[in-house]
């Protein structure tokens, strides 16, 4: 189904109602919106007379509201919230969802699930108490209250009752993901397959978009001085060939690419995010009072845009080992279908390299370990610490042989088969050691007339996103001017496609990885 966009409503809305002895007020929402913010002392939410959702009564203030929705209507918001796991943008759709279709206190009471999840509910109507109320003390005052012997049986009923029933969809949708699966990768060794693939297990990809929900991520990314302020310089440094244009901004997160767009002269800057992040980058737009950005909340691959073609798309697709989540699929998908003729993507072109490594500590820290937990023999445990590769920021003292290219992907003509690649390698050795892993790092180019670029290497500054240490089964000794080859095969996994399989044949052994 189609995720309902949300976009800013750029028109004016009519001032908020106030009490009957105070005068109506002429200042504009934006004003409002900076005075709530600057006072010392914020106004009391609920003193103000607040009409019933369900009939006409009017209370003095929300919280006689909410009793009387409780003792009247048989409403309780507190199990509602349990109910449906509601948090506050959920009850703000809610009250949207019971005034735009009249229900009854009767019609909510039965509802099996909430049947206001549809974005257009978050649209901004009548100012009304109801909108304003903080839910989140719901959870403190439901807290209090222990419930019953029979409530809890009934609760472990209806548990019981959804999770053979989610184990029956979840059954049904791994069944049709394999076939699904099978039909995509049929063919897993043609080149340049343009067939489309197949999205994500709904649950992992809500998963993935909630993850992006969380404050820290955000944190750590906007942290990377190195990520953050050359994405900057790109834009900032190359004003003549941003000045007027429009601009795409794919997984806009917290809107600071799409800023610093305006910032550079843009004509006009939409930017797109599945993730809840995106309400609170709207509340920045306002804020810093940036005029010409619109951002949306849903899945580019299936939400309308303002306009159907950009001058420009941005956007920071990047995961661990370059690879990882597969947003890069969203890029093609937007290049295809919303980049206008002579259009240009940032960035242009990210290369992937590899190279041999050799510290005896890590190796111990992280492989050896398990031999001996506590006196206790946890050996079996060691071939998982294997297949799932590292991701650490290594030291450049214990690279033992010269970095190699093994993927190039050029944005403006890859194709979504590029995460299936296989390289033959052979690592010059540069300094004599016990090599016990390789490692994995991504550089990332702006191709623009004041070109920058940034570089995840052992040898550079550290990011958010380290590099990928692909431990090996038995360490080997290497001695100065040795070439050590074998070869490295990727594939998008079959069961997560934002993950990656990934084999590295060398010493006579194959070593099977999944990245995740």
Same mark, same amino acid.
């Given at each position: 189904?189609?995720?309902?966009?949300?976009?800013?409503?750029?028109?004016?809305?009519?001032?908020?109602?106030?009490?009957?002895?105070?005068?109506?007020?002429?200042?504009?929402?934006?004003?409002?919106?900076?005075?709530?913010?600057?006072?010392?002392?914020?106004?009391?939410?609920?003193?103000?007379?607040?009409?019933?959702?369900?009939?006409?009564?009017?209370?003095?203030?929300?919280? #006689?509201?909410?009793?009387?929705?409780?003792?009247?209507? *048989?409403?309780?918001? %507190?199990?509602?919230?349990?109910? &449906?796991?509601?948090?506050?943008? %959920?009850?703000?759709?809610?009250?949207?969802?019971?005034?735009?279709?009249?229900?009854?206190?009767?019609?909510?009471?039965?509802?099996?699930?909430?049947? =206001?999840?549809?974005?257009?509910?978050?649209? @901004?109507?009548?100012?009304?108490? =109801?909108?304003?109320?903080?839910?989140?003390?719901?959870?403190?005052?439901?807290?209090?209250?222990?419930?019953?012997?029979?409530?809890?049986?009934?609760?472990?009923?209806?548990?019981?009752? $959804?999770?053979?029933?989610?184990?029956?969809?979840?059954?049904?949708?791994?069944?049709? +993901?394999?076939?699904?699966?099978?039909?995509?990768?049929?063919?897993?060794?043609?080149?340049?397959?343009?067939?489309?693939?197949?999205?994500?297990?709904?649950?992992?990809?809500?998963?993935?978009? *909630?993850?992006?929900?969380?404050?820290? #991520?955000?944190?750590?990314?906007?942290?990377?001085?190195?990520?953050?302020?050359?994405?900057?310089?790109?834009?900032?440094?190359?004003?003549?060939?941003?000045?007027?244009?429009?601009?795409?901004?794919?997984?806009?997160?917290?809107?600071?690419?799409? #800023?610093?767009?305006?910032?550079?002269?843009?004509?006009?800057?939409?930017?797109?995010?599945?993730?809840?992040?995106?309400?609170?980058?709207?509340?920045?737009?306002?804020?810093?009072?940036?005029?010409?950005?619109?951002?949306?909340?849903?899945?580019?691959?299936?939400?309308?845009?303002?306009?159907?073609?950009?001058?420009?798309?941005?956007?920071? =697709?990047?995961?661990?080992?370059? $690879?990882?989540?597969?947003?890069?699929?969203?890029?093609?998908?937007?290049?295809?279908?919303?980049?206008?003729?002579?259009?240009?993507?940032?960035?242009?072109?990210?290369?992937?390299?590899?190279?041999?490594?050799?510290?005896?500590?890590?190796?111990?820290?992280?492989?050896? &370990?398990?031999?001996?937990?506590?006196?206790?023999?946890? %050996?079996?445990?060691?071939?998982?610490?294997?297949?799932?590769?590292?991701?650490?920021?290594?030291?450049?003292? +214990?690279?033992?042989?010269?970095?190699?290219?093994?993927?190039?992907?050029?944005?403006?003509?890859?194709?979504?088969?590029? @995460?299936?690649?296989?390289?033959?390698?052979?690592?010059?050795?540069?300094? @004599?050691?016990?090599?016990?892993?390789?490692?994995?790092? +991504?550089?990332?180019?702006?191709?623009?007339?004041?070109?920058?670029? &940034?570089?995840?290497?052992?040898?550079?500054?550290?990011?958010? =996103?380290?590099?990928?240490? +692909?431990?090996?089964?038995?360490?080997?000794?290497?001695?100065?001017?040795?070439?050590?080859?074998?070869?490295?095969?990727?594939?998008?996994?079959?069961?997560?496609?934002?993950?990656? %399989?990934?084999?590295?044949?060398?010493?006579? *052994? *194959?070593?099977?990885?999944?990245?995740?």
């Amino acid at each position: 189904m189609k995720d309902t966009e949300v976009k800013e409503n750029t028109k004016k809305e009519e001032p908020m109602k106030e009490a009957p002895e105070e005068p109506a007020s002429s200042s504009s929402d934006e004003d409002e919106y900076d005075d709530i913010d600057d006072d010392d002392e914020p106004m009391d939410e609920g003193d103000e007379p607040t009409t019933c959702l369900f009939c006409t009564e009017t209370s003095a203030s929300i919280a #006689i509201a909410i009793d009387h929705l409780d003792a009247r209507h *048989k409403v309780n918001l %507190s199990q509602l919230q349990r109910k &449906f796991q509601m948090d506050q943008y %959920s009850f703000i759709k809610l009250i949207n969802y019971i005034r735009a279709n009249k229900i009854s206190a009767e019609q909510l009471l039965s509802a099996e699930q909430a049947l =206001w999840q549809d974005e257009k509910y978050l649209r @901004p109507g009548e100012y009304e108490p =109801w909108l304003c109320y903080d839910y989140e003390v719901l959870k403190t005052d439901s807290a209090q209250a222990q419930p019953s012997v029979p409530e809890l049986q009934q609760r472990i009923a209806e548990q019981s009752q $959804l999770l053979q029933q989610a184990n029956e969809d979840m059954e049904r949708m791994r069944n049709d +993901f394999k076939a699904l699966l099978q039909k995509v990768h049929g063919d897993e060794e043609s080149k340049g397959s343009n067939k489309s693939v197949p999205r994500n297990n709904a649950c992992l990809d809500n998963e993935y978009f *909630k993850s992006y929900s969380h404050f820290g #991520i955000h944190h750590e990314m906007l942290s990377d001085k190195v990520r953050t302020s050359t994405y900057r310089a790109s834009l900032l440094q190359n004003e003549a060939a941003v000045r007027g244009k429009t601009v795409l901004d794919v997984g806009c997160g917290t809107g600071i690419l799409s #800023i610093f767009a305006s910032k550079a002269g843009a004509a006009r800057v939409v930017g797109i995010d599945n993730s809840d992040i995106v309400y609170t980058a709207m509340d920045i737009i306002r804020k810093n009072k940036v005029e010409n950005v619109e951002l949306i909340k849903g899945r580019l691959e299936d939400t309308d845009l303002p306009e159907a073609k950009y001058d420009i798309i941005i956007s920071e =697709w990047m995961g661990y080992f370059l $690879l990882y989540e597969s947003m890069l699929d969203s890029i093609i998908y937007a290049r295809e279908n919303h980049l206008n003729p002579n259009g240009i993507i940032l960035p242009s072109r990210c290369t992937l390299s590899l190279l041999g490594y050799g510290n005896d500590t890590l190796y111990a820290e992280q492989v050896e &370990f398990w031999s001996n937990v506590y006196e206790v023999d946890m %050996s079996d445990l060691r071939k998982r610490s294997i297949e799932e590769p590292l991701m650490e920021v290594v030291d450049a003292e +214990f690279m033992l042989t010269d970095p190699e290219q093994i993927a190039n992907f050029d944005i403006m003509t890859v194709d979504l088969n590029y @995460p299936n690649f296989t390289h033959q390698f052979n690592l010059k050795v540069t300094k @004599p050691g016990r090599l016990s892993a390789f490692v994995g790092y +991504f550089d990332t180019l702006f191709e623009l007339p004041s070109a920058v670029m &940034f570089s995840t290497s052992p040898t550079a500054t550290p990011t958010h =996103w380290k590099q990928t240490v +692909f431990f090996i089964d038995k360490p080997q000794i290497v001695k100065e001017g040795d070439v050590i080859s074998g070869k490295i095969t990727s594939r998008r996994h079959k069961e997560d496609v934002r993950a990656l %399989s990934v084999d590295i044949e060398v010493f006579g *052994k *194959k070593h099977k990885y999944m990245v995740v």
